[in-house]
């Protein structure tokens, strides 16, 4: 059975600082990854989504890697904004079915202006 | 397009009656997800419908819970009876159904059973 765990599950910073959100995942058949933001009571906004056969995404000011071999992936948020406050989500969608995600614990960010 | 579109968005309920969750999905998505969010367990699928046929139920907790989708642009997802523990956010969402496409979710309902 799939397992994500993402860490740290809280974090605050100082605005501007760069910084990097880890996801970990046991079964490394996996079909996709995708990170969310979801901002308190309310939905998932999904941010990025990573293929099995890419290493990375980007998106403005947000980056994410994957290592299938590891079983890793990161998200890097650069120059960060009290905006960016918010919980992000890893999820990985199996090699049948790559849609029916498996999510991890989350990560809560705070920038601090 | 609107996007996914749940109602109601809040629900409060007493022990023992049926609660009726509805989604929209967006139009043209082939696939369609059920999710649930807690504190404790955070987020897990409940079921998985393509083309409108449900795929995989493995997440659904036990009998109390069903879901239909009738057609390609309308779904619920029922609780009878319903118990405090079913407390919790309850997500639907949709994706085109073709590979490596993007999972987009709707507000979510929050239910809250007493």
């Known amino acids: 059975k799939q397992e994500v765990t993402q860490i740290p599950a809280a974090l605050s910073v100082p605005e501007g600082e760069n910084l990097v959100l880890n996801c970990s995942f046991t079964?490394?058949?996996?079909?996709?990854l995708q990170w969310f933001r979801q901002d308190p009571g309310k939905g998932l906004t999904s941010l990025l989504l990573?293929?099995?056969?890419?290493r990375e995404q980007t998106s403005g000011r947000l980056n994410a890697s994957l290592d299938k071999s590891s079983g890793r992936s990161t998200l890097y948020i650069a120059a960060s904004q009290p905006g960016d406050s918010a919980t992000y989500l890893c999820?990985?969608?199996?090699?049948?079915?790559?849609?029916?995600?498996?999510f991890g614990g989350g990560t809560r960010l705070m920038v601090k202006p | 397009d609107a996007g996914v579109i749940q109602s109601p968005r809040h629900e409060v309920t007493e022990m023992g009656q049926e609660v009726t969750l509805r989604c929209k999905p967006i139009?043209?998505?082939?696939?369609l997800f059920w999710y649930r969010q807690t504190m404790m367990r955070g987020l897990e699928l409940l079921i998985y419908?393509?083309?409108?046929?449900?795929?995989?139920d493995s997440g659904m907790p036990e009998d109390r819970f069903s879901a239909k989708m009738p057609n390609a642009s309308f779904s619920t997802l029922k609780i009878q009876p319903s118990e405090p523990r079913d407390s919790a956010v309850y997500f639907c969402?949709?994706?085109?159904?073709?590979?490596?496409?993007?999972?987009?979710f709707g507000q979510g309902t929050r239910l809250t059973v007493v």
């Open positions: 079964d490394s058949a996996i079909y996709n």
């Open positions: 969402a949709s994706s085109p159904g073709h590979a490596n496409t993007e999972a987009f």
């Open positions: 139009s043209g998505h082939n696939s």
């Open positions: 419908f393509n083309n409108n046929v449900p795929i995989d």
């Open positions: 990573i293929q099995s056969s890419q």
């Open positions: 999820a990985v969608g199996p090699i049948n079915a790559g849609n029916m995600l498996t």
